[in-house]
């Protein structure tokens, strides 16, 4: 059995966002920074296994899409304010 095929969706969204949003306007930090801020969101999302990402973006509704990604925004904000005041020095 390959168990590499699955993954939670919710990383494909953290990193998306991450990239888009947190990346550009963060300049000079590191990218423990950057996986830092992507465990601390993630461990404060619930799980949601696929196996392949076309499955989810097909079965998602778009209020339930929209949820998913304010959820995102959120705990990456709060991610982020978290290692800014708690580890700024370190990276």
Same mark, same amino acid.
């Given at each position: 059995?390959?168990?590499?095929?699955? $993954?939670?969706? +919710?990383? $494909? !969204?953290?990193?998306? +966002?991450?990239?888009? $949003?947190?990346?550009?306007?963060?300049?000079?930090?590191?990218?423990? +920074?950057?996986?830092?801020?992507?465990?601390?969101?993630?461990?404060? !999302?619930?799980?949601?296994?696929? /196996?392949?990402?076309?499955?989810?973006?097909?079965?998602?509704?778009?209020?339930? /899409?929209?949820?998913?990604?304010?959820?995102? /925004?959120?705990?990456?904000?709060?991610?982020?304010?978290?290692?800014?005041?708690?580890?700024?020095?370190? $990276?």
């Amino acid at each position: 059995m390959e168990r590499s095929q699955i $993954h939670n969706y +919710y990383e $494909h !969204l953290v990193f998306d +966002y991450i990239d888009q $949003h947190v990346v550009p306007n963060a300049v000079g930090k590191s990218d423990d +920074y950057f996986l830092d801020i992507a465990c601390i969101a993630l461990n404060k !999302l619930p799980n949601r296994y696929v /196996r392949h990402e076309v499955d989810m973006a097909f079965f998602l509704k778009s209020d339930e /899409r929209s949820e998913m990604k304010k959820r995102v /925004r959120e705990s990456i904000k709060e991610a982020q304010g978290f290692i800014d005041e708690n580890f700024e020095n370190r $990276h």
